[in-house]
């Protein structure tokens, strides 16, 4: 039977297992928009912006593991889309963009709304790919979901001119491609067995690449059979149990400088699907030119490309592990026994708050308020944060347990808290989901609390309220002192707005109050923002003791 372009994409997005859709709706595909009315397995979650539909997607991705998929309109709404393929770049995350383009017959003439998609987007893609002829749909877009989801993740750009849509083509006969998980060869496990047996201080540092390839329960047995720490890398903090004795803390942004010293007197650096960032590296200076780097990454672009490796593994960090753990054997090591203690005592200790020093009436808590958090959520709950100086007290002091999980952007993109926690509540109906964002970054995707609310999604988000944007004014103090310039913010009724959308608000100034306000968070079946005030002048964890 005939189906128009719009149709064959749909049938492309089931055979890939898509079942729900993230974007704004838009006339340059209004094709697709209907085969979606007629498909019941398939839901379109209709955002109020291109930028809050991306993220969602994107955290959609990260929580279920497989490709997140998002739409948008031709010019205005592709560059609105454009932050959550930043940040899906920046995260190794599959994501695929569908982008309804000007008409065939009219490109090149500047149409209106148009933009030459390839170029646009090719430093924030793996690939974007038009399809001009809708026989080609089956082909080129299920090699989009393949290439969004193969080697290192990340996403891919479909542009579909609005006439092509409109073709009638014939049956699919494609399907999605499956690859094996890369394998190490024997000698590179062999090597890396060998110098990890003879290392005197090694350590792991575990990325977004063990996240992905499921390779946690891996990564816990091998740290425990060689008695190896593991450190996490800038923002993927549940790649291993916060909670496990082998822990010594996460690398990024307010990282615990004993952390930094014990990788960089490390003489074997087992690092597992990591790419090295600048966040994660501290600009690049993690580690010592002595340690012997084994680097084990997906992508072979990734390795060498900060630091020098000593053995170099391309595969599946998961595969990579299976490999070793049917090698090594428990050994007897005191000396190493001795420095994990040493090293996790340190972490606990600093990830445990301390007496408030210098809080103000009026005022929450941030280290009462995390530590509330952690005893009240569920074990399996997921925690979604936006970029901004009120992370430096999560990071610090939030502790992920084995089934928790963490989405926040190593790309740094204010805006993503709220929105991301939707999409995560979407793939997890059944868990909670909190999102902590700043005031600055809230209001950067606000609308988004209305999304939430009409499509029922009892997410619950804390605005940590300093009427800053506290992150630019800590750096403006630090280098123009006194001399603030665009960092005083005036913000509305964050409670009345959140009932304004249709949602429940809580405003709170004050920790016993946050306690009963996330307890009945917890309770509520609607959306739930609480607004928490904090001291403006302590404008980060690492500021107070
Ligand atoms: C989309 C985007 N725009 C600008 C920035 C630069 N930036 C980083 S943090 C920050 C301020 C964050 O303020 P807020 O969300 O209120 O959190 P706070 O730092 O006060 O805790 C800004 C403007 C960014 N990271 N992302």
């Known amino acids: 039977m005939k189906k128009h372009g719009g149709q064959a994409i749909v049938d492309v997005m089931k055979k890939e297992g898509v079942t729900k859709v993230f974007g704004v709706p838009g006339e340059s595909y209004l094709n697709v928009l209907d085969a979606m009315y007629e498909e019941p397995h398939l839901d379109f979650i209709s955002a109020r912006q291109e930028g809050g539909a991306s993220f969602m997607a994107e955290a959609y991705a990260k929580t279920t593991g497989d490709v997140g998929v998002c739409t948008a309109t031709r010019g205005p709404g592709a560059t609105n889309l454009s932050v959550g393929l930043h940040t899906a770049y920046q995260d190794s995350t599959p994501l695929v963009a569908l982008i309804g383009q000007v008409e065939k017959k009219f490109k090149d003439r500047e149409a209106f709304q148009e933009v030459e998609f ?31 989801r193969s080697g290192r993740p990340g996403p891919v750009v479909v542009s579909l001119p609005e006439d092509m849509q409109d073709e009638m083509v014939g049956d699919n006969n ?7 998980p890369s394998r190490p060869n024997s000698e590179s496990v062999k090597e890396t067995i060998e ?9 792991i540092i575990a990325g977004g690449g063990v996240i992905l390839s499921k390779a946690t329960q891996n990564l816990i047995k091998l740290s425990e059979v060689l008695q190896i720490p593991v450190a996490t890398a800038f923002r993927r903090f549940h790649a291993f149990p916060n909670t496990h004795g082998n822990y010594i803390g996460a690398l990024g942004l307010g990282v615990r400088k004993g952390l930094q010293e014990y990788i960089q007197e490390s003489d074997l650096v087992l690092a597992l699907g990591t790419k090295f960032s600048q966040m994660t590296t501290d600009d690049y200076t993690l580690i010592n030119e002595q340690s012997k780097l084994v680097h084990v990454d997906i992508s072979p672009d990734v390795i060498g490309k900060v630091y020098k490796p000593y053995i ?12 070793v753990l049917e ?4 050994e007897e090591n005191p000396g190493r026994t001795e420095m994990l203690k040493e090293a996790n005592g340190q972490y606990v200790d600093f990830s445990t708050p301390q007496q408030s020093s210098g809080n103000k009436e009026g005022f929450a808590d941030m280290k009462k308020v995390i530590s509330d958090l952690k005893e009240s959520l569920p074990d399996d709950a997921i925690i979604t944060s936006d970029a901004g100086n009120f992370f430096s007290w999560i990071s610090r002091y939030y502790r992920y347990g084995k089934d928790e999980m963490y989405l926040g952007p190593t790309s740094g993109a204010m805006g993503y808290g709220m929105p991301s926690a939707i999409g995560a509540k979407i793939a997890e109906p059944d868990k ?6 700043g005031d600055g970054g809230f209001m950067m995707t606000v609308q988004e609390f209305e999304t939430a609310v009409r499509y029922n999604t009892p997410i619950i988000s804390l605005v940590i309220n300093n009427n800053k944007f506290g992150t630019i004014r800590a750096h403006q103090e630090g280098k123009f002192t006194d001399r ?9 009724d964050f409670a009345e707005l959140a009932k304004n959308f249709g949602g429940y608000g809580i405003k709170v100034d004050n920790n016993d109050d946050f306690s009963k306000a996330l307890r009945e968070a917890l309770e509520n079946d609607k959306p739930t923002l609480i607004e928490v005030a904090i001291n403006p002048e302590i404008l980060s964890a690492n500021q107070e003791k």
Do not use: M
């Not at 909670?432 to 964002?437: D, T």
């Not at 603030?484 to 509305?492: F, R, S």
């Open 118 to 148: 390839s170029s646009y987007f090719s430093h924030l893609c793996k690939w974007a790919v038009e399809i001009d002829d809708a026989k080609r749909i089956p082909e080129l877009l299920h090699r989009a979901f393949h290439v969004a």
């Open 432 to 437: 909670k989901v909190v999102s902590i964002s």
């Open 312 to 323: 170099s593994v391309v595969s599946d960090v998961n595969e990579f592990l299976n490999d």
């Open 195 to 203: 110098a990890l047996k003879q290392a005197e201080k090694p350590v």
């Open 174 to 180: 494609y399907a999605s491609i499956k690859v094996n």
């Open 484 to 492: 603030v310039i665009g960092t005083d913010l005036t913000n509305p």
């Open 327 to 330: 090698v090594v054997q428990p």
